[in-house]
């Protein structure tokens, strides 16, 4: 009896192994694909392979991954977030305008008072139960709404910008400091999704909302820190753009939320929810930064560059995403 | 029950009442002059509405308008009389804009079956091809329409409308019978209602998710002559904003984002709240700062109000 | 969790190999750009780029086609860059092209998408050594002759254009009456210095009232629209139009059109878009003021082009953020405007600042 | 009609089908019996078209076809009614009942509403239906909604001009007593256009309804028995290889309950679908809540969780009150829910075992410890739950619940559905230990059987209410007859 419940157990073990190396390839996916498309862009323009170049990628890449990295965890609730971007923007203007006041203390400020935005959001979707897509579209409306008042509709200049010098320097004059923000941001959200109750919670509301509430899930708490979690990354996703252009503006990173969308689905995280991972959104992130700038450096035409961007981007989510999670595409 | 009757009654309701406070602090709100332009201006969402709630009925989403559009834009543009090329296609013209309109929505629907990537990509994915086309074909001059029977649709008025208001009407009735009496339009439904059970039943599914898909394009087509016909020229930026614009009208009016639930008459009376509101409010005299963020309230508390009662049965909302 | 670690393993090695093949390549953009002195670039060794929004509107286009000439002329080709109109592109696209390759003989011919823009782009430029020309944005108290790498600033006096048409606009209505103006992306200085052109030329006409003002963002069906639910609002009371720039001119016309007011009503804009002379000498339109896109596109690699070469001190340059010349296009000269041309000689090292009108206030 | 010759269907690791060879008959109602794992699935699937066997034949009135789908199978006559069921919520009865196979009633893709609606009434009259076919499914019935299905089936019947076969998965597994009957007697009608293979879990049943029953064990048939002559304990002995023995409940387990302290007492609740509901449960009870479908019973249920609004009332945990405001608040209080519909609401299936133990929990917890109590056969404690058997991904669900020993209430909203007898014996065991703890137990069973043989107490409702209490202690049960009065 008992050996036949041990070879049973072999069994099922062998059988699980044989999904998981699939599952290796499948994770995989985006990595390859992030590297494959570097090195054809690499072929038609050799010096994007130089450390300098190679870096700048990087530091381009910073601001967006911040931005997508909180929305990833609204994304694996099976969410979505649309206002991030429109936050961000709003929290350029906010930082720039604080600064004279708090000084050092403008950028955590600001993240707060995004991270309260971002709960909002939360709170309106869970307390209203209205679908996080309409509520973020309305708060993306708003807050760009806010942004203009609150900037008179210009430009923040920031009288000083040593209190955000940090997120945009070279450290040892080569690595960008905002590759190490956005990695921080990562490796923090990701440390918070693994080790503590988060990350099954988000993930179990993602895969089964249903059976998540009937075993007792603070659902509602969880959503709400879901969003307030995106709202604070988008809250420094805003403070890293200060610091790169010096001044804050109402519709500074407006023009990010494809993007930020973009690189957590290319990374392989499912729209659907449940499945996906922050790394994911790293990779995702540095796919998109290649397309968005390598194609345009590797001296394609703007038009035809708009065309090959359309035909990469549904290409490299048709390389990453994984089939076997999704029975029904939408 | 009555939650059933308030969520198809609900945004009926909700637009009677911004019109009735519209026209009570604005009297030119009330004028038949207004009402002209009110359907004038909304025409073209609303057919660009029409094709989005025909994706949206599937239960995906489709953010192709802008790229779909501004390639047809063009297209239009330099197919018929312009300033341009020596073409003169006329109506026919405008049929080939439609048709390639839907060749852009059958690309997206068709990468969507056959990858398998959700719609949201590959609509995106879309949209940048199109910007691309239309910036070929913009080629660095902006080409004038100079075909009478295209720029007679916006100015022309025939009982006090225009022709494209006309011409979205019937669009509008087209849809919705198509919806309605058709097996595309009904499996469309089916699809956001079940899509695993129509399989079962041994449909094939693809078939008509690429079909919903293709007419969606094509209303981008026509939508895209009707941008130009109004405009006068083809430019590249004919449809920027109108695929969340659609969206958000489409959500408002009571079309639901998972697919099956709405259609085209609820979308229509999303279409005219919005364009109400962006009427009323200039008219009632708000500040350009400030209408944004009403817009946006306003779209949240609409669905907020019609989703109210049904919020203890709502267990998940995503 | 294993999976995890494997990726974050494989992704490590992968940026690690490739940094170290970067490595072993061609040298890093910094010590390439440390042997070059500036100023001393041979002809050959420069490398132009021209970077504006989009190639989708008219003027745009017009400007990468100045570009392209100039670069026609020393025999070099120029990189065009567009950016979508998305601040964050438009930086990425300068970080990287600052990035790699002979860095001090990159030339930059910039428009910045808005003032906040123009910042890190100086910045980043001067860092590398590239030199820059930026035109139409930048913050008021960012000043050219802080940088020895940032050549000039160009850009027009929206106040007096928008002073212009609105005059323009003021005589072809005989003086009184009511207009709507049309406003651009509320956000950018040329959206308020044109805006403010208006209202100072309104308050020289106490007799004009400006009956409602609203933002259009600088587009053409937004204009459209705006402008049908203004004539509804106001009626004939409407006697003239004044829109920030031509396509919300153009928009304006079309609703004019629909509404059978063609020529009724008064429209000005600002651009000289090609649409936009057409029908000012149609007489549809009023005015409008160019400001020569393809001189914009060339002149700006013209600076940076004789500045590493040597043929232009930078220093010695007596202003170097300037209003350049603009032109007002009315019915009568609308025909000289019709097909623009760059003139090579304008693009001489000797003749780079001809245009200029006088120091940004 | 059909005959089914040595059909093999192989999975890794398993073997589904062992060369099954079997023949359904004109007019015949065929019962197929067997465990879960037993292969009916497999074979119900192979005959229509969903998995392809890796050998053997299927003759369908004496041609051999290959079936490649439903769409294929239907064209030859034969329909499924899943077990889950089929229909699209937001489209008319009619249009489900004809989806795919339209006919007259679209003539170049347009739809003819009225003949749609003449032919599917056709198929409704059939089975004596009087569901209204213009009405949209989603405000029908479940019972309804069943003779939708039926009648969807049978409209496949006009494709082919042939005598259709009707196979039925599971169809009573979520349908009440009365239901059951109504069922039958369609069955009976059913039989004078088809041929129709009936499978349940529940051996009475398919000794009452078929003419001939096939037994599967292992994949292989493991006998052909006339319910004339076999009774469900030499059923169950060729499904299982054993007599079935009367320590099936665990009678041995059961302690008597503490009569003095009252552990779960409800007073005057109120809600949508029940009224006025009050009782008691006391230590170590075990109450079986008994009702037709629509008798408010499951709704109850939830409503004590907190995941249905509560109108007014009271809830009393050991004398201090629980705020019905959600599952959360209810599980701090020491509730615990089992829901029926264990893959969509039990489980997270694309987590793992250890994931979906500790749901709910901050602070890690012992799984594997748990994992070993209660013989829950998974190779890890990180294989995704979805892999494993219903009936341990039930016993994780339980163990849910188990894990911090401070469990005071169970709800088990059928606990037993779509389990083997093997797996049920499991349950009835935990369910016993459990209540011999001190836990409560509030029980809607899987079958009247089930309800009498594992409670203490029964409370009948009816329309909402509590009609009846019925003692049911061991050695005093009540006939299952006599509560099914009370219930209807």
Redesign the interface.
Known sequence: MADA?RV?????????R?PERRHVVVTAMPVTAFLVLLAALAVASPALLETGSLLTLADSAAPLTVLAAGATVVVLCGGIDLSVAALASLASVLLASWVPALSGAAVPAVVAACAVAGAVQGLVHVAFRIPSFVVTLGGMTLWSAVALLASGAATVPMPDSTPTDWAFTRLGGLVPSAVLVALATVVALAALMRF??LG??V??IG??E???????????RVKVIAFALSGATAGLAGALLVARTFSGAPTLADSLLLPAVAAIVVGGTAITG??GALWRTLVGAGIVTLLRVGLSYAGVDAAYESILYGVLIVGAVALTIDRS?LSIVK | MTADRLQTYGPTAALLALAAVFAVLSPQFRTLGNLQNLLDAGAVLAVVTIGATYVLLLGCIDLSAAGVMGACALAVSLLVANSRTALDLGPLGVLLVVALGAAFGCLSGALSVGLKVPSFMTTLGVSAIGLGVATVLFAGVQPAVSDPWLLQWASGRWLGFTRVTYLAAAVVVLAWLVQ?????G?YA??I???E???R????QVGRYKVGAFTVAGACYGLAAAMVTAQLGSGIVQAGAGLSFAAITAAVVGGTQLAG??GGIAHSMVGVLILTVLANGLVLIGVSPYVQRAVQGVIVVVAVGATLWPLR?RL?VVK | MTTFRATLALLTTGTLLLTACGGTGSGSGATTAAQAPGGACKPEEVKLIGQVRNQTNPYEAAWLQGGDEFAKKVSLTQQRLTYDGESAKQQEQIRQVLATGNVRCSVLNVLPNGDSDTTPIVKQAQAAGAYVVTQWNKPADLKPADYDKWIAHITYDGKESGKQIAHALITAIGGNGGIVALQGILDTAAAKDRFAGLQAALAEHPEVTLLDQQTADFDRAKALTLTKTLLTKHGDAIKGIWAANDDMALGALQALEAAGKSGKVAVVGIDAVPDAIKAVSGGTMTATVSSDGPWQGGIGLAMGYCAATGQLDVSTIPTRAFFAKQFLITKDNAAQFATPKVDPAEFECANLFKRATGPIS | MIEVSGLRKAY??VVALDGVSLQIRPHEVVGLAGENGAGKSTLLKALVG?VRPDSGTIRIRGREVRLR????A?TEGIGMV?QEQ??????TAA?NIL??C?GSA?RL???R?RRLRELAQAQLDKIGSRVDPMARTETLSFAERQMVEIAKVLAIEERTRAQPVVLLDEPTSVLEAEEIETLFGQIERLRKHASVVFVSHRLDEVLQVSDRVYVLRGGQVAGEVDPATAGAAGLHRMMIGAEATGSHYHDDLHRPPERSSVRLSVRGLCGEGFTDISFDLIRGEVVAVAGVHGSGREELCRAL?G???VTAGQVLIDGEAVSLT???R???AGLG?V?S?RK????????SVA?NM?????RPQDVEEWIGRLRI????RR?PIG?LSGGNQQKVVLA?WLLTGSLRVLLLDHPTRGLDVGAKSEVYRLIRELAAAGVAVLLLADSLEECIALSDRVLVMKEGRVTVTLDTPPGAKPDPVDVVKEMV
């Open positions: 419940a049973a157990g072999l069994r099922g073990r062998l059988a699980a044989v503590t109750p099954r919670w993930r179990a895969h089964a249903p059976a998540a509430r009937l075993a007792g899930l603070p659902i509602a449940g499945h999670k | 309605r009496h058709t097996r595309l009904r439904t089916a956001g209602g079940g695993d059970i129509l079962l039943s041994g449909i099956g639930r203890h267990e | 890794p690791g969903l789908g439903v769409a294929q239907a899943f089929s229909l699209v919520p937001n489209l249009e989806l795919g339209e679209v893709g347009l739809y509403w969780f995941a249905r609004a959600g599952p959360r209810a599980v701090r829910y829901p519909e969509v609401e039990g489980v997270v299936s694309a987590m994931d500790t749901l709910p929990y901050t056969k998974t190779p890890d294989t892999s849910r």
